[in-house]
């Protein structure tokens, strides 16, 4: 009873009670549960476990599901169903994909699911991949091109641009079906799975790439592909999440995989073995998508179905936010910094150091905020762990030039001034020092009046005719200090002009 009265007591923004929800999402591969916590429109994830069951390992051979593989998965999902009953979660969705919808015993695995509690519902090709679509446009509401979901029974394709999607259909190509087209070596299976794609009637060759856009790849062996290119090129972010490549990249890429084997890939770090046993295949489809789609780019997405289900929920209004700072502003209110404090933080700081070349106003909004957050942790481990937060925590919205611009800010904010190294791989200095100086600036408004709503009434801080001004009403005076004095000197030293404080009988609205 004290446990329930303690989650029901919790604020449904802070990730507890209604606050939570949790898909099952049943595939070919593996059986995953997801539970989701936090701002509708960039949740964040409470828990995540998975049962590599490979429910869909015996479709081509035998079109059913295999009696191991059944009870794996039941007993992973028992598990699931026990741990949502305990966490009192009741906001749950289950969705199965390829395999149960294939299977000639898939409505008698359903069955087993209905009596344990679970309430499944088993999607068709074309609506998996519309929710895939709808997962990536979460993501990159700006995407346009072609989202590629690949599970262990079937490739999803679907079109996306603003915001809408077009020609959703399903493929037999899914990581366990790839075999089947390998035959006696991987080049007569590129001939192949080329084959099955332009069958589908999607041969986009000959058009321009700017044309056919971006391509979105989708689904835990592509991830792995990314991880793998991130780690030979040396890339200093962790998240595969928006990593891009372009074509010719995403070329080379494929073609290194596809030359690879299975044995020589197991053991890297951050691909499991599982992974591993599929990456080759998966490159020689790369080939053929490439080559096919005509992409000019190629991007890692990990949105997918599950969170495309949960963005077709949203009202139309709350799909409108922008998911980084969505997502900034819920994690940084979890620790003490409300978004009313940075946002007058942010516009006190407005006119001596905006976004300008390099970046834009929402990502030093999402700067401002991280960094307030960063001041309710303990100095010693403050800026380390801010940074990791502006760089490897997974953010929407945002590529690598800007995790790097956020945590040059933050690091800035508490005055170191030598940037890691790994940053000047991510942006040019010219974005870093713009990032600074949303820093430095933060750092005055910050210490001049110890972040009272008052102080930042009775000051402003201009540029005047090529000088920096800090203006503040005769009530406030006192506010300059030697610290404050020195923090205007450093933001005017970066900012290279002149500065001054002017005294006035009050600051005008």
Known sequence: MIWRRRREGRDPALGGGAGERAIIDIGSNTVRLVVYCGAPRAPGVLLNEKVTAKLGREIATTGRLADEAMAMA?????????????????????????AVRDAANGAEFAAELRAVGLKPRVISGEEEALLSAHGVIGAFPDARGIVADL???SLELVRV??????????????????PEHRKRDRAEMKKSLDKAI???????????????????????????????????????????????????????????????TSDALKGRERISTMRAEKLPDAAVLLQALLARLAPQEVVFSSWGLREGLLYDRLPEHTRMQDPLLAGVAGFAAERGAQATLATRMAAWTLDAAPAREHGSERLRMAATMLALASMQIEPNIRLPQAINWALHKRWIGIDGKGRAMLAAAIAAN?????????LRALASD?????????????????????QSRRSLEASRLTVKEGTLVLELAQSHEALFGQPTEKDLKLLAGRMAVPWRVDVVAEIAL
């Open 161 to 178: 641009a603003k915001g809408a999607t077009e020609g959703a259909s399903t493929l037999p190509l899914g990581t366990l079906r790839l």
């Open 198 to 260: 332009r069958k589908a009637g999607w041969d986009l060759a000959g058009r321009a790439p700017q044309t056919n856009g971006t391509l979105y790849l989708v689904g835990g062996t592509w991830r792995a592909m990314a991880v793998y290119a991130m780690t030979a090129r040396g890339y200093p972010l962790s998240d595969p999440h928006g990593f891009c490549l372009d074509a010719a990249a995403a070329q080379v890429l494929a073609a290194n995989l596809a030359a690879s």
């Open 151 to 153: 599970g262990g029974g």
């Open 430 to 450: 010219e974005a870093l020092e713009e990032a600074v100086r949303w820093g430095l600036a933060l750092r005055l408004a910050r210490r001049l009046g110890g």
């Open 414 to 422: 508490g005055n170191q001034l030598t940037l890691p190294p790994e």
């Open 74 to 98: 039941l007993r992973g999902l028992k598990r699931f169903a026990l741990l949502l009953e305990d966490l009192g979660i009741r906001d749950v969705e289950t969705v199965a994909t390829a």
